[in-house]
C-alpha cells in the first residue's frame, strides 16, 4: 500500500512538471497542475488507511544526535511568546487556551517512526506528547469539522491537515524529543508530529489549532506543493 503512495506521489510530480507551462506562481492550484493535484489528492485519501499504523523502530534505529535537519522559516529558532498557550478553537464546544503543563497531564503517547522530507531524505527520532484527537475530544470538536489547521509564531508558517490524518493514532503534539523536552531548534514548545505526511506539513512552534468545515493551505502549500502529502 506505502508503495502505491509513492508512486501516486510520483506520478503526479511527472504530470506537473509537464504542466509547468500552463501554470501561474501566483495561482499554483490553476490550470493542469491543479487537476493533477485534484485527482492525486483523491487517489491518496482512498488509498489511506485511518487505522493502519507505521512501524515503529527500535531506538538503535534512531538518528545520531544533530543530523537530523532543523527547520524554521525565521533567521533563527523562533522564541516562544511570553505566557505561551495553544490556542484551540473553531467548530469547537469549548474553545481553550492550553498552557504545556496541561497539554502534560494529558494523556501521553510515544511514536518512533521514520520521518520522511520531500527533498528525499529520512531520519528517526523519538518524539512524545498528546494524541490531537485527544485534544479535539477534550473540546468537543464537531463532525463538520472535517480539516484541522496549524499556525506557528515562526514568521506565519502554517499548515492544514484533513480529519481522518489528524486524528491518526501516530499524529501527536509533541513536546518532547529522544526522551528530553523538546528543544528550540525542533519546534518547542510544540510541534506537530504524524507517520502519514510528508515532513513540511509537520508544524512546529505551534500557538494555534482550529477545526474547520473547509480546507484552507499552507505556507509551502500555498507556493505549489501537494497539499495531502501523504507517505
Request: proline share 9%.
Given at each position: 500500500m506505502a508503495d502505491g503512495r509513492i508512486l501516486t506521489r510520483r506520478a503526479f510530480v511527472a504530470v506537473a512538471v509537464g504542466s509547468l507551462a500552463a501554470c501561474s506562481s501566483e495561482r499554483p492550484r490553476a490550470g493542469l497542475l491543479g487537476v493533477a493535484e485534484r485527482w492525486n489528492e483523491r487517489v491518496q485519501r482512498m488509498l489511506f488507511d485511518p487505522q493502519r499504523?507505521?512501524?515503529?523502530?527500535?531506538?538503535?534505529?534512531?538518528?545520531?544526535?544533530?543530523?537530523?535537519?532543523?527547520?524554521?522559516?525565521s533567521p533563527g529558532p523562533p522564541p516562544a511568546p511570553p505566557g505561551w498557550r495553544l490556542r484551540v478553537g473553531g467548530l469547537v464546544v469549548t474553545p481553550v487556551a492550553l498552557s504545556l503543563e496541561e497539554l502534560q497531564r494529558m494523556p501521553r503517547t510515544d511514536v518512533r517512526v521514520r520521518h520522511h522530507c520531500v527533498e528525499g531524505w529520512s531520519a528517526v527520532a523519538s518524539w512524545h506528547g498528546v494524541r490531537l484527537r485527544d485534544v479535539a475530544e477534550r473540546v468537543g470538536a464537531a463532525r463538520e469539522a472535517r480539516y484541522v489547521e496549524l499556525r506557528s509564531f515562526d514568521s506565519g508558517y502554517y499548515s492544514s491537515w484533513d480529519r481522518e490524518s489528524a486524528f491518526h493514532p501516530q499524529t501527536i503534539l509533541a513536546y518532547g524529543m529522544n526522551g528530553e523536552p523538546l528543544s528550540p531548534h525542533y519546534g518547542a514548545p510544540l510541534r506537530l508530529y504524524g507517520a502519514v505526511k510528508l515532513g513540511y506539513?509537520?508544524?512546529?512552534?505551534?500557538?494555534?489549532?482550529?477545526?474547520?468545515?473547509?480546507?484552507?493551505?499552507?505556507?509551502?502549500?500555498?507556493?505549489?506543493y501537494e497539499w495531502f502529502a501523504g507517505v
Open positions: 499504523l507505521a512501524p515503529e523502530l527500535p531506538t538503535s534505529a534512531t538518528t545520531k544526535a544533530g543530523e537530523l535537519p532543523a527547520y524554521y522559516i506539513k509537520m508544524v512546529k512552534y505551534i500557538d494555534e489549532l482550529k477545526f474547520l468545515p473547509t480546507k484552507t493551505g499552507g505556507y509551502w502549500e500555498d507556493r505549489g
